[in-house]
């Protein structure tokens, strides 16, 4: 997202005018337009008064989001540590479900291996992490019991897309088709990565907001197509709900 496109963004989140801004700024109300058309740009002086009025930082007032720092983890990262934790608490589940013993043995061992074989494979997905020089995708399999395998024995699929092989980059936001008022089953939100040889779907997580429109800028940088469709950075920089906004038609 350009930097005119982020001070008008701006500007209209917290409901000021072109001359109530130029007011506070004590500059002209035509200086205000040459920023938000992009024929000039603030000095830093202005940018530094801009940062205080709003109330955000330098990054965030010219890249739409905080600085980053990578790597960047994009999801939540598996561990052994997570792993035996999970077992640990659907150990007590399980117990809790048979009454501490009162019930027979078998059930206990049965709710249990369910927990294993079902439910364990389903609490951990894919992750992947931003890099300076590329992004590194750890990969489980789609399959459940590979995937059990994967998380009992820490093993993974990584795979490394180098920043140069990246022809372009789309974010994508799909809403899911609910039958039922009670159904608050996530909608699709990914980054599609097209890479010379191969296309990847990249979920993203609940931190999107404080990442993604300077990634956008950053992917930009190292000349990679990025495709926003639906202005999904736009939306993110006016603090809108994502949710609501595709939804409200429904």
Known sequence: MLLQDILKTLRNRNGFTQEKIAQKLFISTQAVSKWENGSSVPSIDNLLALSDLYG??????????????????VGSKYNLKKGFLFLVVWLFISLLFTGFGYQPFWLFLLIFIIGILVVFPTTFNDYWIIENDGIRIKNFSKKDFPKLIQLLSNNRTTIKIEYSDIISAKIVYKTKQRFSPFDFSFDMFYLQICSKDKIYNLNFDSSVKKFLPQFVTFLKRHGINVIDDNNIVELLISDKSLYEHFNKSE
């Open 56 to 73: 955000i930082s330098l990054d965030e007032l010219v890249q739409g989001s905080p600085f980053f720092k990578k790597p960047y983890l």
